[in-house]
């Protein structure tokens, strides 16, 4: 032991220890042409779509505007800078209809077909998917059917029957047919098929949950989306109904807003655009809301079921 470690010290430093590898320093591979290929596609359609996105707020924006402005800037041509006379085209909105009255009763009206149609369009989708009964395919192609036929085409025998009844000038008739939308059936049916399997419903049956049950704890949440997605565009066609609203109501405290900005076309805020401008842009904000909060189930309610699993 002694002569190795004697041995090991006569031996000069170069000998004694291995000589290490020169570090050489790492090369990037500059990107490949199909990397840059996708980047310029991808930077394409993101200025695609900022330009699309410009295009469609051009209108709101001149909307907008065109309400702070006065008459004789408006006919003068567009301008992106607000105008100073919002409170004088509001007072002279104010003059000829009251426009809050017809936006608390478009709320009214709108809010209450939304969520009961939600509701009972998923109970009857869910009845549809999950039970099986005489009739059923039948029920099914006849809903579908009147999927295709215009309500305009019953408005006549509509009115006749709110008058036999005597729910005329009241917001029942509004209501309470909206509530039966074969279109949400249809489409609320669709999603639970793809999203909702018989196992669970059957497991819950099994642990004793009654009917009633099963559909608000299990499949009414997983409805969701789909409801949601359809909630907007029943709250949007409530919203903007005019003919229902003007053939059905007589009492002007009782107008929905449309029928009152249907007014104001044959009246002298026609005359001042500025109101006009300031009127519409109230009706549409509520709308723009809805759509804002509940757009994000538009995407995951149509794309359920894409993927197989």
């Keep these: 032991m002694e002569q190795n470690a004697e041995s090991r010290r006569m031996?000069?430093?170069?000998?004694?220890?291995?000589?290490?590898?020169?570090e050489r320093p790492l090369k990037v591979a500059p990107p490949s042409k199909k990397t840059t290929n996708k980047r310029f596609a991808r930077g394409l359609i993101y200025t695609g779509l900022i330009l699309l996105a410009i295009i469609c707020f051009i209108p709101f924006l001149m909307m907008i505007v065109n309400a702070t402005r006065t008459n004789g800037e408006i006919m003068a041509g567009f301008s992106l800078l607000p105008g100073t006379a919002l409170t004088d085209n509001y007072a002279t909105l104010s003059e000829y209809i009251n426009i809050w009255n017809g936006f608390k009763n478009s709320l009214i009206i709108s809010v209450s077909v939304t969520v009961l149609s939600g509701y009972f369009s998923a109970l009857t989708a869910y009845g549809f998917t999950f039970y099986n009964f005489r009739g059923k395919n039948a029920m099914f192609i006849f809903m579908l059917v009147m999927m295709m036929v215009p309500a305009q085409l019953g408005l006549i025998g509509f009115y006749e029957i709110s008058k036999t009844l005597g729910i005329l000038d009241t917001f029942i008739p509004l209501i309470v047919p909206a509530i039966a939308t074969p279109f949400t059936v249809f489409f609320i049916r669709q999603y639970t098929?793809?999203?909702?399997?018989?196992?669970?419903?059957?497991?819950?049956?099994?642990?004793?949950?009654?009917?009633?049950?099963?559909?608000?704890?299990?499949?009414?949440?997983?409805?969701?989306?789909?409801i949601a997605t359809m909630s907007i565009f029943t709250f949007i066609g409530s919203w903007n109904n005019y003919l229902m609203p003007l053939v059905l109501l007589f009492s002007p405290e009782k107008y929905t807003l449309p029928v009152l900005m249907g007014f104001l076309k044959g009246s002298q805020v026609a005359e001042n655009l500025g109101s006009l401008y300031l009127g519409i842009a109230i009706s549409v904000v509520p709308i723009m809301i809805a759509f804002l909060f509940l757009s994000k189930y538009i995407v995951s309610s149509i794309s359920a079921g894409a993927v197989k699993e």
């Design 11 to 22: 031996l000069p430093d170069s000998e004694a220890q291995p000589k290490r590898k020169e």
């Design 193 to 226: 098929q793809a999203t909702l399997h018989i196992s669970l419903i059957e497991a819950a049956r099994i642990d004793g949950a009654s009917e009633l049950r099963i559909f608000h704890t299990i499949a009414l949440p997983m409805m969701m989306p789909a």
